[in-house]
């Protein structure tokens, strides 16, 4: 048997996985939800006319049914020379809706919306849609507060120790930072520093 496990599963997953949680840790686990996201590539054999920005936001008051859009051909080595790529993040209302739908129509869906934009109708060579599910974990309001609680449980599974971003914030150095303090919380371990590229010490 092991003498501890952390489990570093994306936060709704947990629930399902670990049967012998006590009372309050299921009841955390029951409730951390994360959204998902759609995106569709667009890919052209060159690049369809001169984006002067890397990245542009579309703001919920705009009532697009796009969150963003990446013009990843001015990347470095995203796209063959003179070809060009974008990527464009649906909004969440839009995510929901168009989540069962065929590819097409999603696609169909984003050049409709782009043509209202400056950026206009745009002809893809090719295109590639991505469905991530589940994305990022929401911190919805309250939800500080259970997490404060959980983290001050006194009720705990034995052995068990959580990692993951939900516990943190919705990126990789949130996750990474949960997962040092799931390790330290563990008796007997001492966690690695974190050495920073200038060499600092900082965990
Ligand atoms: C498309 C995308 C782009 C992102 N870009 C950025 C970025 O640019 N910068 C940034 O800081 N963050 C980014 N993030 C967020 C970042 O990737 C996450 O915050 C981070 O990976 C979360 O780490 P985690 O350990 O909590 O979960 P994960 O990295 O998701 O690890 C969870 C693991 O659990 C496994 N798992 C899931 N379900 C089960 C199951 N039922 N049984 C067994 N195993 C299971 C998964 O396969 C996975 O390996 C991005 C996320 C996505 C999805």
Do not use: N
């Not at 782009?114 to 295109?127: C, M, N």
């Not at 259970?146 to 914030?169: C, E, K, M, N």
């Not at 990789?172 to 600092?200: H, K, M, N, Y």
């Amino acid at each position: 048997m092991a003498d501890a496990v952390v489990v570093a599963l994306p936060g709704c997953e947990v629930a399902a996985l670990c049967p012998k949680l006590t009372p309050g840790e299921r009841g955390f686990f029951e409730q951390v939800d994360y959204t998902r996201e759609i995106s569709v590539s667009l890919m052209f054999k060159r690049a369809p006319r001169p984006l002067s920005f890397d990245t542009a936001s579309f703001p919920r008051s705009a009532a697009m049914g796009l969150a963003a859009l990446d013009v990843e051909h001015r990347k470095p080595g995203f796209a063959p020379p003179g070809a060009g790529l974008l990527r464009i993040t649906l909004a969440t209302r839009a995510t929901d809706r168009l989540w069962e739908a065929p590819d097409s129509e999603i696609v169909d869906f984003v050049d409709r919306e782009l043509a209202r934009t400056p950026v206009g109708h745009l002809k893809p060579q090719d295109y590639a849609i991505s469905r991530t599910d589940p994305m990022y974990p929401i911190f919805h309001p309250g939800y500080l507060t259970s997490l404060i609680r959980f983290g001050r449980r006194i009720d705990r599974s034995p052995r068990l120790f959580f990692a993951g971003d939900y516990l943190v914030g919705p990126s990789l150095e949130s996750a990474l930072t949960s997962g040092l303090r799931a390790a330290a919380a563990i008796p007997g371990v001492r966690a690695a520093p974190v050495v920073q590229r200038g060499g600092d010490v900082v965990e």
